[in-house]
C-alpha cells in the first residue's frame, strides 16, 4: 500500500484517487484542469487490501475516485462510505479505442469480457459496423477470488473459441500476456477522467445540499396475479414472495436504504439521493429489473420521487411509479421536485431516455385533452415521445410503432384526436396499387405547446 499525499496545492475540496500507478499519472495530468481539487493518491499494488486504502484514504478527503470498477465493488462490499464514492466507468472513448485496437489486429469475430458493461460493448461494435460476432461476459464480481477467476475465465474461452480478452483491470491483463493469450485492457482517456471528475466535484460542491435529501422509491410487481396463476399451491406462492422480497433487500442494501412492504405486491423502499445518484450512475443503471427478470421470472415497475419534504417525496414516487405502469412495466422512472420526469432509469431497456413535465401550461389545450380522454400526464408523455424524433406527421401504423401501441389502438386515438382537434388530415400515402391510401395526420396539439 503506497499513499502520496500533495499538500503543497492550495485547493479547496480534498480528492481521494485509489489506483494502478499508471492510471493515476494519467489521472495526475488531467487533474491539472481542476485547481480546485487537492489530491491525495492511493497506489495499488497485487497484495493491497483496498479496504484499509480506502478507510485511510476517507479521513483526510471529501470525496473518493477509483480509477478502476472492479476496486469500487470491491470496496463497496465491505464499507460504508462516508463520503461520495465515485468510479471511472469504461463505456466512452477508451472502450471504444480498446476495441478498435483489436479489431485491426485480430477482428471483432469473438470477444471474453469482464467488468465492462455488456450493453456499452454492443452499441460500440454497431458503431464500427459489425453484425456478425459474440462474445461472453463475465457477470459474477462479487467472489473473494476475483482475479483468478476472471483469468480461468479467459484462458477458457480462448481455448475453447480463440475468443480475444477484453478486460478492465491491469493485473488481469499483464497476467494474459504472459501467457501469450491475446487481450486489451480498457483503459479510460483523458476526456473519460475529465467527466468522472466532473462528477466528483458536482457531488462535493454545488450538489453537496442534496446529498442527504431523502428519497422515496415504489417497486410494484407487474401482473402478479398473472404469474401466480402457473403456480399450483399456495405454499408455492409464498414461496416466489419471499423470493421476491430477498432480491429486492439485497439491492437496497447497496442502497444503504430502507425496504418496507406495502401489500397487494407492493414495496416502499427509502434513501438518501446521493447515494442514488450515484449507484444509478446518474440515473443509467439500475440492475433490479434485470435480476429479477433472470432469476425469479418476473418484471418489475419502479417509481422513485424527489422532493423538499418527505411528503413531497412520497407524492412524487407514486406519480413515478404511475408513468413506469403506464409505459407496460419493467422500466424506472423519477419524477423531480420540480414535477419533471426523468427515464427510464435504466441502460438495459430499449426505450429511449426521456426528460418531460407532468404540467400542461395551455388551458385550452388541457380542455381539449381531456375531451378526448387523455390526462395531462399521458399527454406530456406523447408529446415528449412524438417530438423527440422532430416528427409530427404521421400515419396511423408509424404512430403506433412510435408509441408501442397496437394499429387498432393507434386508430382509435387519432378518432379522438380528431373529434377534439387535436389532430388533422394533411394528405394520404399510396403504400401499394392495389392497398387502400393510409391516412397522414398532423399532430397539431404539439406545435400549439
Given at each position: 500500500?503506497?499513499?502520496?499525499?500533495?499538500?503543497?496545492?492550495?485547493?479547496?475540496?480534498?480528492?481521494?484517487?485509489?489506483?494502478?500507478?499508471?492510471?493515476?499519472?494519467?489521472?495526475?495530468?488531467?487533474?491539472?484542469?481542476?485547481?480546485?481539487?487537492?489530491?491525495?493518491?492511493?497506489?495499488?499494488?497485487?497484495?493491497?487490501?483496498?479496504?484499509?486504502?480506502?478507510?485511510?484514504?476517507?479521513?483526510?478527503?471529501?470525496?473518493?475516485?477509483?480509477?478502476?470498477?472492479?476496486?469500487?465493488?470491491?470496496?463497496?462490499?465491505?464499507?460504508?462510505?462516508?463520503?461520495?464514492?465515485?468510479?471511472?466507468?469504461?463505456?466512452?472513448?477508451?472502450?471504444?479505442?480498446?476495441?478498435?485496437?483489436?479489431?485491426?489486429?485480430?477482428?471483432?469475430?469473438?470477444?471474453?469480457?469482464?467488468?465492462?458493461?455488456?450493453?456499452?460493448?454492443?452499441?460500440?461494435?454497431?458503431?464500427?459496423?459489425?453484425?456478425?460476432?459474440?462474445?461472453?461476459?463475465?457477470?459474477?464480481?462479487?467472489?473473494?477470488?476475483?482475479?483468478?477467476?476472471?483469468?480461468?475465465?479467459?484462458?477458457?474461452?480462448?481455448?475453447?473459441?480463440?475468443?480475444?480478452?477484453?478486460?478492465?483491470?491491469?493485473?488481469?491483463?499483464?497476467?494474459?500476456?504472459?501467457?501469450?493469450?491475446?487481450?486489451?485492457?480498457?483503459?479510460?482517456?483523458?476526456?473519460?477522467?475529465?467527466?468522472?471528475?466532473?462528477?466528483?466535484?458536482?457531488?462535493?460542491?454545488?450538489?453537496?445540499?442534496?446529498?442527504?435529501?431523502?428519497?422515496?422509491?415504489?417497486?410494484?410487481?407487474?401482473?402478479?396475479?398473472?404469474?401466480?396463476?402457473?403456480?399450483?399451491?399456495?405454499?408455492?406462492?409464498?414461496?416466489?414472495?419471499?423470493?421476491?422480497?430477498?432480491?429486492?433487500?439485497?439491492?437496497?442494501?447497496?442502497?444503504?436504504?430502507?425496504?418496507?412492504?406495502?401489500?397487494?405486491?407492493?414495496?416502499?423502499?427509502?434513501?438518501?439521493?446521493?447515494?442514488?445518484e450515484r449507484e444509478t450512475r446518474g440515473y443509467k443503471f439500475i440492475p433490479l429489473l434485470q435480476d429479477t427478470n433472470n432469476a425469479i421470472g418476473i418484471t418489475l415497475s419502479i417509481g422513485v420521487g424527489f422532493g423538499s419534504t418527505a411528503a413531497e417525496a412520497g407524492s412524487h414516487a407514486r406519480l413515478a411509479l404511475r408513468q413506469s405502469k403506464e409505459l407496460g412495466g419493467n422500466v424506472c422512472y423519477i419524477v423531480r421536485e420540480d414535477k419533471s420526469v426523468l427515464g427510464p432509469v435504466d441502460i438495459t431497456t430499449h426505450t429511449q431516455y426521456e426528460r418531460y413535465d407532468l404540467?400542461?401550461?395551455?388551458?385550452?389545450?388541457?380542455?381539449?385533452?381531456?375531451?378526448?380522454?387523455?390526462?395531462?400526464?399521458?399527454?406530456?408523455?406523447?408529446?415528449?415521445?412524438?417530438?423527440?424524433?422532430?416528427?409530427?406527421?404521421?400515419?396511423?401504423?408509424?404512430?403506433?410503432?412510435?408509441?408501442?401501441?397496437?394499429?387498432?389502438?393507434?386508430?382509435?386515438?387519432?378518432?379522438?384526436?380528431?373529434?377534439?382537434?387535436?389532430?388533422?388530415?394533411?394528405?394520404?400515402?399510396?403504400?401499394?396499387?392495389?392497398?387502400?391510401?393510409?391516412?397522414?395526420?398532423?399532430?397539431?396539439?404539439?406545435?400549439?405547446?
Amino acid at each position: 500500500m503506497q499513499i502520496n499525499k500533495r499538500v503543497e496545492d492550495s485547493s479547496e475540496i480534498n480528492i481521494g484517487i485509489i489506483g494502478s500507478k499508471s492510471l493515476l499519472d494519467q489521472t495526475k495530468e488531467t487533474l491539472k484542469s481542476f485547481p480546485n481539487f487537492k489530491p491525495i493518491f492511493g497506489v495499488i499494488k497485487p497484495g493491497t487490501a483496498i479496504t484499509d486504502l480506502a478507510i485511510e484514504l476517507m479521513r483526510d478527503v471529501d470525496v473518493l475516485v477509483f480509477t478502476e470498477y472492479h476496486l469500487y465493488n470491491l470496496a463497496k462490499q465491505s464499507l460504508d462510505f462516508t463520503i461520495p464514492v465515485h468510479h471511472v466507468p469504461l463505456m466512452g472513448t477508451g472502450l471504444y479505442k480498446s476495441l478498435f485496437l483489436i479489431k485491426n489486429s485480430y477482428g471483432l469475430k469473438r470477444l471474453s469480457v469482464d467488468t465492462i458493461e455488456e450493453k456499452y460493448v454492443k452499441k460500440i461494435l454497431v458503431e464500427l459496423d459489425e453484425e456478425d460476432y459474440e462474445f461472453k461476459v463475465f457477470h459474477n464480481h462479487s467472489k473473494p477470488k476475483l482475479i483468478e477467476d476472471i483469468i480461468t475465465f479467459h484462458i477458457e474461452n480462448y481455448n475453447t473459441d480463440g475468443s480475444i480478452a477484453l478486460t478492465g483491470i491491469q493485473e488481469v491483463s499483464i497476467r494474459l500476456s504472459e501467457m501469450n493469450i491475446p487481450n486489451e485492457w480498457v483503459t479510460p482517456t483523458q476526456q473519460d477522467m475529465i467527466v468522472s471528475l466532473e462528477r466528483a466535484l458536482l457531488a462535493t460542491n454545488t450538489r453537496r445540499n442534496k446529498e442527504s435529501q431523502i428519497v422515496f422509491g415504489l417497486i410494484n410487481v407487474d401482473d402478479f396475479e398473472r404469474v401466480t396463476e402457473k403456480y399450483k399451491s399456495e405454499h408455492d406462492v409464498q414461496l416466489l414472495k419471499l423470493n421476491i422480497q430477498q432480491i429486492l433487500l439485497d439491492y437496497i442494501r447497496q442502497l444503504d436504504g430502507h425496504l418496507t412492504i406495502l401489500g397487494g405486491e407492493e414495496y416502499l423502499f427509502i434513501t438518501t439521493r446521493g447515494i442514488f445518484e450515484r449507484e444509478t450512475r446518474g440515473y443509467k443503471f439500475i440492475p433490479l429489473l434485470q435480476d429479477t427478470n433472470n432469476a425469479i421470472g418476473i418484471t418489475l415497475s419502479i417509481g422513485v420521487g424527489f422532493g423538499s419534504t418527505a411528503a413531497e417525496a412520497g407524492s412524487h414516487a407514486r406519480l413515478a411509479l404511475r408513468q413506469s405502469k403506464e409505459l407496460g412495466g419493467n422500466v424506472c422512472y423519477i419524477v423531480r421536485e420540480d414535477k419533471s420526469v426523468l427515464g427510464p432509469v435504466d441502460i438495459t431497456t430499449h426505450t429511449q431516455y426521456e426528460r418531460y413535465d407532468l404540467a400542461i401550461t395551455d388551458a385550452q389545450l388541457l380542455e381539449r385533452a381531456e375531451k378526448a380522454g387523455m390526462s395531462a400526464s399521458y399527454m406530456t408523455k406523447l408529446m415528449a415521445r412524438v417530438a423527440r424524433y422532430g416528427i409530427i406527421d404521421y400515419t396511423a401504423q408509424e404512430l403506433a410503432s412510435t408509441l408501442k401501441i397496437t394499429i387498432r389502438s393507434a386508430h382509435r386515438i387519432l378518432l379522438k384526436w380528431m373529434d377534439a382537434e387535436l389532430v388533422e388530415i394533411v394528405g394520404e400515402e399510396k403504400v401499394t396499387y392495389k392497398g387502400r391510401p393510409r391516412r397522414i395526420y398532423r399532430l397539431s396539439f404539439i406545435m400549439e405547446e
